[in-house]
Nanobody, 126 residues
Framework: QVRLAESGGGLAQAGESLTLSCVASGDTFSSYAVGWFRQVPGEEREWIAAITRSGASTTYANSVTGRFTISRDNAKNTVYLQMSSLKPEDTAVYYC???????????????????WGQGTQVTVSS
């Protein structure tokens, strides 16, 4: 199994950038596909980005395409979410999630992930 810990959240002004980190411990992280999600109180958890176990392939939700970038450094057991041109509607708790996966596999479904971090709050003011 793998344990995940997000960091890097905080307060930003609209138009600014933040980078979130998701650090894994436990199992061999390079065997896991990873996704980033976010959730606003009272709403469903929303998928925003995913990356394959090698990092060779990524995919994004329409709401963040062109503004957010997911990447990973398996040597550091870390997945990143670089967020730029932040908007007030990006305010949410951000979660990373992981699942042991085949080469090239990734998913946008929250039901496809087995391990979750505790989340980090991102607040964007206008």
């Amino acid at each position: 199994q793998v344990r995940l810990a997000e960091s890097g959240g905080g307060l930003a002004q609209a138009g600014e950038s933040l980078t979130l980190s998701c650090v894994a411990s436990g199992d061999t992280f390079s065997s896991y596909a990873v996704g980033w999600f976010r959730q606003v109180p009272g709403e469903e958890r929303e998928w925003i980005a995913a990356i394959t176990r090698s990092g060779a392939s990524t995919t994004y939700a329409n709401s963040v395409t062109g503004r957010f970038t997911i990447s990973r450094d398996n040597a550091k057991n870390t997945v990143y979410l670089q967020m730029s041109s932040l908007k007030p509607e990006d305010t949410a708790v951000y979660y990373c999630a992981a699942v042991k996966a085949e080469v090239g596999w990734l998913t946008a479904s929250r039901f496809g992930y087995y391990y979750w971090g505790q989340g980090t709050q991102v607040t964007v003011s206008s």
